[in-house]
């Protein structure tokens, strides 16, 4: 064996060993490292949360015939719009006149038996003035939007007889809210237009992004000690955040169907 070899043979393992330390100590920092990278770009989380935007059903007062449909399915439409057209049944309008009569008479006789009626005609006040023929069956031959929304399950079309109460069409919500209750000293680092991501509790596999639309007033929630003694509140606030949801997802998004929310940082 040679010198060099010697030195080469006798030296080696004081550099294998280190080097397998090191690579042992990478091998147990990278994750850590990974994770910790990961960790840097979210902000607060929660589970307190659900979906707060409603599906308003649009239905007729009295039974009647449709006569014209405004609208499609898919429509935007703002709170007030004529959606659709119907005459109302001609024997139901004789009902609810009949009704309507016998509410004011009892409704003039009361103020009368009260010694109401003189001040209120003194006041102008006509109490039938706004139940009569005319106006009441025009607004009962209107079905307009209750709310600002988008046509869905439109079900009807012109001719079809409609009963009392019976769902024309629903107007879902333009913007989908999701509403996460994150703790008072979380909301301070949150700011409107901050994104989040956003899963439904039972699809948690399925990630959604939105972004705060508004941060609300604080609502308490009692932790719980042992023995069922409440022993803290804990503030929380109220954050409305508007979730991007295709088309194809918005049937997932039910009223008070729970979420998950996570923030992330800017």
Same mark, same amino acid.
């Given at each position: 064996?040679?010198?060099?070899?010697?030195?080469?043979?006798?030296?080696?393992?004081?550099?294998?060993?280190?080097?397998?330390?090191?690579?042992?100590?990478?091998?147990?920092?990278?994750?850590?490292?990974?994770?910790?990278?990961?960790?840097?770009?979210? /902000?607060?989380?929660?589970?307190?949360?659900?979906?707060?935007? @409603?599906?308003?059903?649009?239905?007729?007062?009295?039974?009647?015939?449709?006569?014209?449909?405004?609208?499609?399915?898919?429509?935007?439409?703002?709170?007030?719009?004529?959606?659709?057209?119907?005459?109302?049944?001609?024997?139901?309008?004789?009902?609810?006149?009949?009704s309507v009569n016998e509410l004011l008479g009892n409704?003039?006789?009361?103020?009368?038996?009260?010694?109401?009626?003189?001040?209120l005609q003194g006041m102008g006040v006509v109490i039938?003035?706004?139940?009569?023929?005319?106006?009441?069956?025009?607004?009962?031959?209107?079905?307009?939007?209750?709310?600002?929304?988008?046509?869905?399950?439109?079900?009807?079309?012109?001719?079809?007889?409609?009963?009392?109460?019976?769902?024309?069409?629903?107007?879902?919500?333009?913007?989908?809210?999701?509403?996460?209750?994150?703790?008072?000293?979380?909301? /301070?680092?949150?700011?409107?237009?901050?994104? @989040?991501?956003?899963?439904?509790?039972?699809?948690?596999?399925?990630?959604?992004?939105?972004?705060?639309?508004?941060? /609300?007033?604080?609502?308490?929630?009692?932790?719980?000690?042992?023995?069922?003694?409440?022993?803290?509140?804990?503030?929380?606030?109220?954050?409305?955040?508007?979730?991007?949801?295709?088309?194809?997802?918005?049937?997932?998004?039910?009223?008070?169907? /729970?979420?998950?929310?996570?923030?992330?940082?800017?």
């Amino acid at each position: 064996m040679t010198a060099s070899a010697a030195v080469s043979s006798s030296c080696s393992p004081l550099f294998v060993i280190p080097l397998r330390r090191r690579l042992l100590l990478t091998l147990c920092v990278l994750p850590l490292a990974l994770a910790l990278g990961a960790c840097s770009g979210r /902000g607060p989380s929660t589970d307190d949360a659900s979906v707060s935007s @409603a599906i308003v059903p649009v239905t007729p007062e009295i039974a009647g015939q449709v006569r014209e449909v405004l609208v499609k399915e898919g429509d935007e439409v703002k709170k007030g719009q004529l959606l659709v057209r119907l005459t109302p049944d001609p024997q139901e309008m004789a009902k609810l006149k009949q009704s309507v009569n016998e509410l004011l008479g009892n409704s003039r006789q009361q103020a009368y038996d009260n010694g109401q009626m003189p001040a209120l005609q003194g006041m102008g006040v006509v109490i039938d003035a706004r139940y009569n023929d005319e106006a009441n069956e025009a607004r009962l031959s209107q079905l307009v939007a209750p709310a600002d929304g988008r046509v869905s399950d439109l079900t009807v079309r012109a001719g079809d007889a409609l009963a009392e109460d019976q769902v024309v069409l629903r107007l879902s919500p333009v913007e989908v809210i999701v509403t996460a209750r994150f703790k008072d000293k979380e909301t /301070g680092k949150l700011h409107v237009g901050q994104e @989040a991501t956003v899963r439904l509790q039972d699809e948690p596999g399925q990630a959604f992004t939105g972004r705060i639309k508004a941060i /609300g007033g604080a609502t308490g929630a009692a932790g719980e000690g042992q023995a069922g003694s409440f022993v803290n509140v804990v503030e929380r606030k109220p954050v409305q955040i508007a979730v991007d949801v295709p088309p194809e997802a918005r049937a997932l998004f039910l009223p008070q169907r /729970g979420a998950i929310v996570e923030m992330r940082k800017d």
